[in-house]
């Protein structure tokens, strides 16, 4: 099957760049796309898989354990060091709204129970996007006790699976990334707030540009491989731009003035408990490496808060998750008045061992 290119896709910037963000930085926390039906949400999340750096995977391993750290408790393990390894490319896994709990966590091998009188887990979808993309259409509409199963699994990196006498933990590490048309419904707090980023996407009104989509989307249906075999090098270079942000993102510095920036910003505009200030800065850090800088900038802070602070502004119980734009820009104005200066400051007194006094943080 032959998805739509992400670079083919026509605006949608702010969708784009939250993906990428993703990519460069796993542990943001994925991102929810909330925006009404037709806006490219789902063809731009099957995009970002392509772009994805391969993932080096124990062969034979239903669990997607890595040969540097192979899981102590593997159900398919124990992995010796030498056992045979190889890249794949790193899966793009939908969990159905409809799908049941043991779809989702796993459930007992009952033709190896039969045949084998042995009690071996099935891994679910859990397992299967480890390490990889775990996509949820319609998230909102998802049932309960999904929700409740993807909640423990994104705060702890884990699945703990209980069936039929078998009982295995396995990681289960994923990005997490969502869609959903708000006219359905609103997302459950504790669900909504695991969202790193999120992300508000409407058709554009401007003539030019619908007609630009229309135009690409009809290429696509009429010859899917010739259309991604001419984006292919926009592909390519757009991947090459992630992996380099990847490893960059390792010695990119936030200096004490910009941590002090980035909770000055999730104090000023209410937001609920500590994980904003953590994002924040973890999204603000990815930002400097996409965009090529050895330091965290004014411009990350504020390009992130617009990303990582909308949905987790304290508000109503039946209020939607926003975030006033005049507010943010405000607040934004205040906290970050004169930080690029005062870093620069701070990362030449932190070069100098006769006057380092600054304590900078780095990944």
Same mark, same amino acid.
């Given at each position: 099957m032959?998805?739509?290119?992400?670079?083919a896709?026509?605006g949608?910037?702010?969708?784009?760049l939250?993906?990428l963000?993703n990519a460069?930085?796993?542990?943001l926390?994925g991102?929810?796309?909330?925006g009404?039906?037709?806006t490219?949400?789902?063809?731009?999340?099957?995009g970002?898989?392509?772009?994805?750096?391969g993932?080096e995977?124990?062969?034979?391993?239903?669990?997607?354990?890595?040969?540097s750290a192979?899981?102590p408790?593997?159900?398919?393990?124990?992995?010796?060091?030498?056992?045979?390894?190889a890249?794949?490319?790193?899966?793009?896994?939908e969990?159905?709204?409809g799908?049941?709990?043991?779809?989702?966590t796993?459930?007992?091998d009952l033709?190896r129970a039969?045949?084998e009188?042995?009690?071996?887990?099935r891994?679910g979808l859990?397992?299967?996007?480890?390490r990889?993309?775990?996509?949820?259409d319609?998230?909102?509409?998802?049932?309960?006790?999904?929700?409740d199963?993807l909640l423990?699994a994104?705060?702890l990196?884990v699945a703990?699976?209980?069936?039929?006498g078998?009982s295995?933990?396995?990681p289960?590490?994923?990005l997490?990334?969502?869609?959903?048309?708000?006219?359905?419904g609103?997302?459950r707090?504790?669900?909504?707030?695991?969202?790193?980023?999120?992300?508000?996407?409407?058709?554009?009104?401007d003539?030019?540009?619908?007609?630009?989509?229309?135009?690409?989307r009809?290429?696509?249906e009429?010859d899917?491989?010739?259309?991604?075999?001419?984006?292919?090098?926009a592909?390519?270079?757009?991947?090459?731009?992630?992996?380099?942000a990847?490893a960059?993102l390792?010695?990119?510095t936030?200096?004490?003035?910009a941590l002090? %920036?980035?909770?000055?910003v999730? $104090?000023?505009? +209410?937001?609920?408990?500590?994980? !904003?200030d953590?994002? #924040?800065?973890? @999204? *603000?850090?990815?930002?400097?490496?996409?965009?090529?800088?050895?330091?965290?900038?004014a411009?990350d802070?504020r390009?992130?808060?617009?990303?990582?602070?909308p949905?987790r502004?304290?508000?109503?119980?039946f209020? %939607?998750?926003?975030?006033?734009? $005049?507010?943010l +820009?405000?607040?934004l104005?205040? !906290?970050?008045?004169g #930080?690029?200066? @005062? *870093?620069?400051a701070e990362?030449t007194a932190?070069a100098?061992?006769?006057t380092?006094?600054?304590d900078?943080?780095r990944?």
């Amino acid at each position: 099957m032959v998805n739509f290119p992400l670079s083919a896709v026509v605006g949608a910037d702010d969708l784009r760049l939250a993906l990428l963000l993703n990519a460069v930085s796993p542990t943001l926390g994925g991102v929810l796309v909330r925006g009404e039906k037709g806006t490219a949400k789902s063809t731009a999340v099957r995009g970002l898989a392509a772009l994805l750096p391969g993932v080096e995977v124990v062969v034979g391993c239903r669990f997607a354990c890595a040969p540097s750290a192979p899981n102590p408790d593997c159900p398919d393990g124990p992995h010796p060091d030498g056992t045979a390894h190889a890249t794949r490319a790193a899966r793009l896994v939908e969990l159905p709204v409809g799908a049941s709990e043991d779809r989702v966590t796993g459930s007992v091998d009952l033709d190896r129970a039969l045949a084998e009188g042995v009690s071996v887990l099935r891994p679910g979808l859990l397992a299967a996007a480890h390490r990889g993309i775990l996509y949820v259409d319609e998230v909102n509409l998802l049932g309960d006790h999904l929700v409740d199963l993807l909640l423990d699994a994104a705060a702890l990196g884990v699945a703990h699976v209980e069936r039929d006498g078998v009982s295995v933990r396995h990681p289960a590490s994923f990005l997490l990334v969502g869609t959903m048309n708000p006219e359905e419904g609103e997302l459950r707090p504790q669900l909504l707030d695991r969202f790193g980023l999120t992300v508000q996407v409407a058709a554009s009104r401007d003539p030019v540009l619908r007609a630009q989509v229309v135009r690409r989307r009809l290429a696509f249906e009429t010859d899917p491989v010739a259309f991604a075999a001419a984006w292919a090098p926009a592909e390519a270079q757009l991947a090459a731009r992630v992996a380099d942000a990847r490893a960059r993102l390792r010695a990119v510095t936030l200096t004490d003035a910009a941590l002090r %920036a980035v909770s000055t910003v999730c $104090a000023g505009v +209410d937001v609920d408990g500590m994980r !904003a200030d953590v994002v #924040l800065a973890k @999204t *603000a850090m990815a930002l400097a490496a996409w965009s090529g800088h050895g330091t965290v900038r004014a411009a990350d802070i504020r390009a992130g808060a617009r990303l990582a602070l909308p949905h987790r502004r304290r508000r109503g119980p039946f209020d %939607a998750p926003d975030l006033d734009d $005049a507010t943010l +820009d405000t607040v934004l104005d205040a !906290a970050l008045d004169g #930080l690029d200066a @005062t *870093a620069d400051a701070e990362l030449t007194a932190l070069a100098d061992p006769a006057t380092n006094t600054a304590d900078a943080t780095r990944t």
